[in-house]
């Protein structure tokens, strides 16, 4: 027995050098820039700016090929975040700041056809076919994928109401700000 355990830790050691040497020698040199502006970016690999995900975004920025204001969940702050990384100058005039949304569904409205659950991209729906379906909000990301394909139109994007941790006092003075 302690051959056999012996034998499987030598194999284990050697394997995991192996692996280990391999991943520097095969390694895919990535440009700093996309790595800084996937930091920048909120990371929920939603798909409203066109693109897969949000590293496939920050490489397009990093090459130039598209706008600064395609990140719908970043908002203004994110535009604003990469145009000063980028060195480029943000126009922000025809960008609508939403706050925080949250998929709901509407109980009387589904019917249990699963294409939302196959729509989304962060599993934050559950249901079963033909059976009511659910949204769990802390997993929902706010893409809006299945509102659009709701065939009952059962899918509704609510404002996230505040909360004692995501409320900010306005600042004196600031008249501007929403709440």
């Known amino acids: 027995m302690l051959l056999d355990v012996g034998s499987l830790a030598v194999m284990g050691v050697t394997l995991g050098a192996v692996l280990g040497t391999a991943a520097k020698l095969l390694a895919v040199p990535t440009n700093p820039i996309e790595d ?22 920050a490489a397009a920025l990093a090459k130039g090929n598209t706008p600064i204001t ?57 249901g079963a076919p033909k059976q009511l379906h659910t949204v769990i909000s802390d997993a929902c990301h706010a893409c809006g994928k299945c509102f659009k394909i709701c065939p009952t139109e059962a899918i509704e994007m609510r404002p996230i109401p505040p909360t004692i941790a995501g409320w900010h006092w306005t600042k004196p003075g600031d008249h501007s700000a929403h709440h």
Not at 92 to 115: N, Q, S, W
Request: contains cysteine; proline residues 4%.
């Open 36 to 57: 800084e502006l996937v930091e920048l970016l909120p990371g929920s690999q939603c798909g409203q700016c066109g693109f897969v995900g949000c590293s496939q975004y």
């Open 70 to 126: 395609l990140c719908a969940p970043g908002g203004k702050g994110t535009i604003e975040a990469l145009a000063k990384k980028l060195g480029v100058s943000a126009d922000t005039d025809g960008h609508e700041e939403k706050g925080p949304e949250v998929a709901f569904i509407i109980e009387d409205l589904c019917i249990g056809c699963l294409r939302c659950i196959g729509e989304c991209g962060s599993d934050a729906i559950v």
